[in-house]
């Protein structure tokens, strides 16, 4: 994308759907006439779905099957990359992918094979940040208040134990969508906000904002840290044994990012050795966790299996993102989720 690519509005909200709103973390990308995709046919694929092709089609846009005329391509299967790949090298003349997911990790080597000029990626970033930071807040409120040994008691104990989280320091590491929702939600709380990120710029809503070589300094004062940042070679396994012991005893950790930001094996030997009070994960490496991984008894850890969004929960947010991204695409330009293939997300 050329220097001239205009981006505005660093964090907005977008058309009511169902009980959420999309969080528009990065804000909209008004491309100029030259470097807008070429408007045509959008095919949905791998599978029909009526939902998503009645989005496109109440933007104006035209759902017809893959052919030489297609121009839009709506790509609604995250397991499939292969797949997707196979498709655009056999169809060149698309100029524009939607993905469905906010993480565009899984498509890394089908981004990277088919870097082109004229093919703009756009994402679903920001658009399920609403639920998945509402379940990053249960997830935090259950660790400090010991949930996690409580849901595995089978006799009473009366001993007091669990904090609040009135006042707590809290470390958000990733400044998308869900950590500027999380930042919200839990301001009523008083707490304490810093963000670890990429760049500099103050997050709105945090008390401090620092770059990620600086994530060292922050974690010995954190009473929970969050991961919510983009999986990419910099951030796999960015909290392993040298994090760990770095945080304070009573520290917790959730991770509603990715599994493989975190080191597991170093998790487990942090959790078994009291070195952090807790940790909630509603992603994993390797996920599915197979039974019988130590995480799954260990007392000190919760596990949601992925699960911190459903589908009643972003069939209607996808749909609006789609509808959005074909306006664009047949009229002003203005996309929602752009993706960079350089950096990964």
């Known amino acids: 994308m050329s220097t001239d690519t205009e981006t505005v509005a660093q964090a907005t909200t977008v058309r009511l759907t169902g009980q959420h709103r999309a ?18 046919p959008i095919a949905v694929l791998p599978t029909a779905s009526g939902v998503f092709a009645a989005a496109v089609r109440d933007a104006g846009g035209q759902v017809a099957e893959l052919s030489a005329e297609t121009r839009g391509l709506i790509w609604l299967s995250y397991s499939r990359a292969d797949d997707l790949g196979a498709t655009l090298a056999a169809n060149p003349q698309i100029e524009w992918v939607q993905l469905p997911w906010a993480g565009v990790d899984g ?23 609403q639920p998945v930071a509402e379940h990053a807040l249960a997830l935090t409120l259950a660790l400090l208040r010991v949930l996690q040994k409580r849901a595995r008691a089978a006799n009473w104990n009366a ?35 810093t963000v670890v990120r990429r760049i500099a710029a103050p997050v709105p809503g945090a008390a401090r904002t620092v770059q990620t070589d600086a994530l060292h300094d922050v974690l010995p004062d954190a009473d929970v840290v969050v991961v919510a940042a983009a999986l990419t070679a910099g951030t796999r396994q960015l909290l392993g044994a040298e994090e760990f012991a770095l945080m304070p005893a009573h520290a917790n950790l959730v991770n509603v990012g990715r599994g493989a930001l975190v080191d597991t094996d170093a998790l487990v030997a942090a959790l078994a050795a009291g070195e952090i009070a807790g940790a ?7 996920e599915p966790l197979p039974d019988g991984h130590p ?8 596990v949601t299996p992925h699960m911190a969004d459903t589908p009643e929960m972003t069939a209607p947010l996808l749909a609006e993102r789609i509808r959005l991204n074909t306006r664009a695409f047949l009229d002003d330009g203005r996309f929602v989720g752009v993706v960079d293939p350089r950096s990964g997300y």
């Open 295 to 302: 995480l799954w008894s260990e007392p000190r850890c919760l």
């Open 23 to 40: 969080v528009l973390a990065g804000g909209v990308t008004a491309l100029p006439p030259a470097e807008r995709p070429t408007p045509g």
């Open 280 to 286: 909630a994960l509603d992603v994993t490496d390797p």
């Open 107 to 129: 498509f890394s080597g089908v981004l990277a094979a088919q870097a082109r000029p004229r093919l703009l990626w756009t994402s679903a970033k920001g658009a399920y940040a």
């Open 159 to 193: 001993v007091p134990e669990g904090s609040s989280l009135y006042g707590r320091n809290i470390v958000i590491i990733g400044a998308g969508g869900i950590a500027l929702e999380l930042i919200r939600l839990i301001a009523p709380f008083g707490a304490v906000v």
